[in-house]
């Protein structure tokens, strides 16, 4: 049988853990970056809505992944989790800033509560290393 390698990711440009989590887990070549949520340096969520919010939590999300020798380009799948689903429009627009095509597959939800009080939270799964894209034949 052969060996799986599972690695913890942390980076000090991203969140601190709430709670006994880590930052990211890589295993092989792919790496799950646990949810992030739009918090300042010095911990509390920063100020400006859903969209400073949201800003936030995917510059944490880059940095996770930098830190795992990854990138937005690498993503496959995100999972967006809103407090309101009513923010889904201007989360669109903020996400196609950081992601281009072939965007990752992706699932958004509201949800009743998230940590700290936040508006939105999201977390990822990406490739580590060389990939090459190649476009469907539809």
């Given at each position: 049988m052969s060996?799986?390698?599972?690695k913890a990711i942390y980076t000090a440009l991203g969140p601190k853990p709430l709670a006994p989590y880590s930052q990211a887990i890589?295993?092989?070549?792919?790496?799950y970056v646990s949810g992030m949520v739009g918090t300042s340096e010095l911990g509390p969520l920063v100020e400006g809505g859903i969209a400073a919010e949201?800003?936030?939590?995917?510059?944490h999300l880059g940095n996770v992944l930098k830190a795992a020798d990854s990138s937005f380009e690498k993503v496959v799948k995100t999972t967006v989790l809103l407090a309101d689903l009513?923010?889904?429009g201007v989360v669109n627009e903020i996400?196609?800033?950081?992601?281009?095509?072939?965007?990752?597959a992706r699932?958004?939800?509201?949800?009743?509560?998230?940590?700290?009080?936040?508006?939105?939270?999201?977390?990822?799964?990406?490739?580590?290393?060389?990939?090459?894209?190649?476009?469907?034949?539809?």
């Open positions: 060996k799986v390698v599972r890589q295993v092989d070549n792919l790496v949201a800003k936030q939590a995917l510059m009513n923010d889904f996400y196609k800033q950081y992601f281009v095509e072939p965007y990752p699932m958004a939800y509201q949800v009743a509560k998230l940590p700290l009080g936040a508006k939105i939270e999201i977390d990822a799964i990406a490739i580590v290393g060389e990939v090459e894209h190649v476009k469907s034949n539809l």
